[in-house]
């Protein structure tokens, strides 16, 4: 999360706590004619980045690939409670083939080997959430740009 994190940190404390409270998340990604692509994923941050890790050829792998665009979805969790509200992360996603670095990520995660390795670039960050029962709260972050929150009752 990089910058993300340096710019704006109680919210990327947010955003991390909320995509730690489960496992599994939803990527989206472009296939080779454009059109969305979702997939449950296993997301991990280390050092204050956000890492994906993929199974080798996997269909998300290969259009990341082509494509580095991705949307991330917070997996909501059970019922409506959605403690931490709805998160999503916008950005492109690099593959890594530095063996050091994915012998780092190896020695944290242990992931299933072989696999694909990437590291995020964020290009937009979204958190919806319900104040005092009263008022839906969107607070949205794009890199160079202030933090914007939206109140609306």
Known sequence: MGGFATAEPDLAGTVE?????????????????????????????????????????????????????????????????????????????????????????VEEVEPPEPFHLFRTELTEVVRTYVEDDKYLVVQVWKPGEPLRTIKRT
């Open 17 to 105: 706590k909320r995509f730690g409270a489960y496992t599994h998340h939803v990527l989206a990604t472009l296939r080779k004619d454009g059109s969305p692509r979702t997939s449950g994923l296993e997301v991990r941050f280390l050092n204050g980045e956000l890492w994906l890790g993929m199974m080798p050829d996997s269909l998300k792998a290969l259009d990341l690939r082509r494509d580095p665009r991705f949307a991330l979805q917070a997996n909501p969790g059970e019922g409506t409670g959605m403690g931490g509200g709805d998160v999503r992360i916008s950005g492109r996603a690099i593959e890594v083939d530095d063996v050091e670095t994915k012998a780092g990520y």
